[in-house]
């Protein structure tokens, strides 16, 4: 997680919401979690399955941030 934390850290999150509750809450307040592994040498379009995985986990759990 150290790339996302290191953008939240220098205030340049994609995220404005997370970035704004990150900076009034601190990093303390965040979890992070595995959703997925899987060997990526067996697919053919990696960038098209990430898409359609992260659309997949966006239905399921409705996350508060990052839903673009």
Do not use: C
């Amino acid at each position: 997680m150290g790339y996302y934390q290191a953008n939240l850290n220098n205030h340049f999150y994609h995220d404005t919401a997370l970035q704004t509750d990150w900076d009034r809450l601190g990093a303390d307040a965040f979890s992070y979690r595995v959703l997925w592994k899987k060997d990526t040498t067996d697919v053919i379009n990696l960038r098209h399955k990430l898409k359609d995985l992260k659309q997949e986990w966006l239905e399921k759990y409705q996350p508060a941030y990052n839903q673009n």
